[in-house]
């Protein structure tokens, strides 16, 4: 549904030194699903969005939504912003302060594209349904300035969605929310787009927002898509070592392979490292593995018939409420793991770490 191909995008910034924000990206996301570009500041993934919605042109590249092509550089096409069968959500969600919630909601209808106007009644009609979806049932005449931050998200929502768009562009709008807002808003907006069957293109910088809200991620730094699949799988068996480390916490351990097939082994400074099936090698060199600290078992007592089980000490915790953060020190090296809050461990206390094979990750 839509289709994003080659583009490329350079900013100039002092004394003719040219910044390239997109280096060649391209995208491809089906009808009805909730796809995320996500990366660090600065990434490019915010200019990527908004070579989507037409408010920067791109250098080179095409731009499909649906069969309409919006943008192409051979073709000199530039469709313009109000003109696209899009609806977007800003990070500061835009809300007209001297307008009512009725009127926010309403204006894409009333000033926001060409073509025949809708009538009153179907205004009303459907700026009723777009507050229903986002819960805001009977706020129409609520002034702007009278609403909290989670209603102007909601408003900011029903106003992108009150078109029935093709594609709805979220550009970080839960980042001003606080955390149990967020969380609570997450959910919402999963269930609406998924309600609605709306294709969505989402760009965060929040990784568990990403994981929770996609049906797939893709990872761009440094304008460039680094790694592309479904969450589980970008999250669990990413190759890629930066990647991997900007997903969330991750320990990294180094050495030699040795060993091939299901007897794949990486020599580190823990010890010997049984690898997964599916991490098999078939030649010998040198290699990296990262580990997630919930990826890793802590013990009281040694398990029996179990690879990758070695003996460490404690070194400190600390509680985060839904799990206790915590290192083990294995000999001259400290893994990060995250201890069950009912299961609570000391520093000091020894322990045995059992690392299963499927859990370790080959990267680059």
Same mark, same amino acid.
């Given at each position: 549904?839509?289709?994003?191909?080659?583009?490329?995008?350079?900013?100039?910034?002092?004394?003719?030194?040219?910044?390239?924000?997109?280096?060649?990206?391209?995208?491809?996301?089906?009808?009805?699903?909730?796809?995320?570009?996500?990366?660090?500041?600065?990434?490019?993934?915010?200019?990527?969005?908004?070579?989507?919605?037409?408010?920067?042109?791109?250098?080179?590249?095409?731009?499909?939504?649906?069969?309409?092509?919006?943008?192409?550089?051979?073709?000199?096409?530039?469709?313009?912003?109000?003109?696209?069968?899009?609806?977007?959500?800003?990070?500061?969600?835009?809300?007209?302060?001297?307008?009512?919630?009725?009127?926010?909601?309403?204006?894409?209808?009333?000033?926001?594209?060409?073509?025949?106007?809708?009538?009153?009644?179907?205004?009303?009609?459907?700026?009723?349904?777009?507050?229903?979806?986002?819960?805001?049932?009977?706020?129409?005449?609520?002034?702007?300035?009278?609403?909290?931050?989670?209603?102007?998200?909601?408003?900011?929502?029903?106003?992108?969605?009150?078109?029935?768009?093709?594609?709805?562009?979220?550009?970080?709008?839960?980042?001003?929310?606080?955390?149990? /807002? =967020? #969380?609570?808003? %997450?959910?919402?907006?999963?269930?609406?787009?998924?309600?609605?069957?709306? !294709?969505? &293109?989402?760009? +965060?910088?929040?990784?568990?927002?990403?994981?929770?809200?996609?049906?797939?991620?893709?990872?761009?730094?440094?304008?460039?898509?680094?790694?592309?699949?479904?969450?589980?799988?970008?999250?669990?068996?990413?190759?890629?070592?930066?990647?991997?480390?900007?997903?969330?916490?991750?320990?990294?351990?180094?050495?030699?392979?040795?060993?091939?097939?299901?007897?794949?082994?990486?020599?580190?400074?823990?010890?010997?490292?049984?690898?997964?099936?599916?991490?098999?090698?078939?030649?010998?060199?040198?290699?990296?593995?990262?580990?997630?600290?919930?990826?890793?078992?802590? /013990? =009281? #007592?040694?398990? %029996?018939?179990?690879?990758?089980?070695?003996?460490?000490?404690?070194?400190? !915790?600390? &509680?985060?409420? +839904?799990?206790?953060?915590?290192?083990?020190?294995?000999?001259?090296?400290?893994?990060?793991?995250?201890?069950?809050?009912?299961?609570?461990?000391?520093?000091?206390?020894?322990?045995?770490?059992?690392?299963?094979?499927?859990?370790?990750?080959?990267?680059?």
């Amino acid at each position: 549904m839509l289709r994003v191909v080659n583009i490329k995008k350079t900013f100039p910034v002092d004394q003719g030194v040219q910044v390239n924000a997109l280096k060649g990206v391209s995208i491809d996301v089906p009808d009805g699903e909730f796809f995320t570009l996500l990366g660090p500041s600065g990434s490019g993934k915010s200019t990527a969005m908004r070579c989507i919605a037409g408010l920067e042109h791109p250098d080179e590249g095409e731009i499909y939504i649906g069969e309409q092509c919006v943008f192409s550089s051979k073709r000199k096409i530039m469709v313009p912003p109000d003109e696209r069968p899009i609806g977007m959500v800003f990070q500061s969600y835009a809300i007209w302060p001297h307008m009512d919630v009725f009127h926010n909601v309403a204006f894409p209808l009333m000033y926001g594209s060409t073509g025949p106007k809708p009538s009153k009644e179907e205004i009303r009609n459907s700026v009723d349904e777009a507050l229903k979806l986002v819960q805001l049932t009977g706020y129409g005449d609520r002034p702007a300035t009278q609403l909290s931050g989670g209603q102007q998200q909601r408003v900011a929502l029903a106003r992108a969605i009150v078109r029935r768009p093709r594609l709805l562009l979220l550009d970080e709008p839960l980042s001003n929310l606080d955390a149990k /807002l =967020r #969380e609570e808003m %997450r959910v919402e907006m999963k269930e609406m787009t998924t309600k609605l069957g709306m !294709t969505s &293109f989402f760009v +965060t910088h929040d990784q568990i927002e990403a994981l929770a809200l996609s049906d797939r991620i893709a990872v761009i730094m440094q304008g460039e898509i680094v790694e592309m699949g479904k969450p589980h799988d970008v999250y669990t068996k990413s190759e890629n070592k930066l990647v991997a480390a900007f997903l969330g916490t991750t320990n990294t351990l180094e050495g030699q392979i040795t060993g091939t097939g299901s007897d794949t082994k990486l020599e580190t400074e823990i010890g010997a490292l049984t690898l997964g099936a599916r991490q098999a090698m078939t030649n010998s060199g040198r290699a990296s593995v990262a580990i997630r600290p919930e990826a890793v078992d802590c /013990l =009281r #007592e040694k398990p %029996r018939d179990s690879a990758n089980v070695y003996q460490g000490t404690v070194k400190r !915790t600390m &509680f985060l409420g +839904t799990f206790i953060d915590g290192e083990v020190q294995i000999g001259s090296k400290s893994l990060r793991v995250s201890f069950n809050p009912y299961n609570t461990f000391s520093p000091g206390e020894k322990v045995f770490v059992h690392i299963p094979p499927e859990r370790c990750q080959l990267i680059d």
